[in-house]
């Protein structure tokens, strides 16, 4: 078996690789065409992950949240536009939703008001800007439930069969 890394400034690429106790040999296995080689240039930084790469660890670290941190980080068109999303427990998700939700109830009627007239005064921009960023943090929940669901597919707690659309 391989040496562990002592190294302290590690990407999240080798942690994921680490929290497996995957030697990069082994990493090589389970990723198919990704060689150790590759693995290490993308764990030390010396390359960049190309995105078909981020998706095979993705899936073979059983870490779908990979995928989401490539984009808000590396890619310089997800830098722009994709928010970084934390992994969160069900309950936290469901409960800051709700508080939005509860939130923006309050700012419906004043989201018509401002757009009724397919325009934005100088008075209402702060309102809509405040409810702007609300309906974001909601779109930021309702990714971070995707994400949960993924990470309970990959670690075979939900089938992705079950919740299937019909």
């Avoid at 790469?53 to 899936?59: D, N, S």
């Avoid at 427990?89 to 939005?100: G, K, P």
């Avoid at 909601?138 to 659309?165: F, N, T, Y």
Wanted: aromatic share 4%; hydrophobic share 35%.
């Amino acid at each position: 078996m391989g040496k562990r890394s002592v190294k302290e400034n590690k990407n999240i690429y080798q942690i994921a690789r680490e929290d497996l106790e995957l030697t990069r040999d082994q990493a090589s296995e389970v990723l198919e065409y990704v060689s150790a080689d590759r693995i290490e240039k993308i764990e030390s930084g010396r390359s960049l992950p190309h995105p078909d790469e981020i998706l095979v660890m993705a899936e073979g670290y059983k870490r779908p949240e990979l995928c989401n941190w490539y984009c808000s980080h590396e890619c310089p068109i997800g830098q722009v536009h994709v928010p970084e999303i934390a992994m969160k427990d069900l309950t936290q998700i469901t409960l800051e939703t709700l508080s939005m939700l509860n939130s923006l109830e309050k700012d419906k009627e004043r989201l018509i008001d401002i757009t009724a007239d397919s325009a934005i005064s100088e008075s209402e921009v702060e309102d809509f800007v405040s409810i702007q960023e609300k309906l974001d943090h909601i779109s930021r929940s309702a990714q971070a439930l995707r994400l949960w669901v993924q990470q309970q597919i990959a670690e075979g707690k939900l089938s992705a069969d079950m919740l299937e659309k019909k």
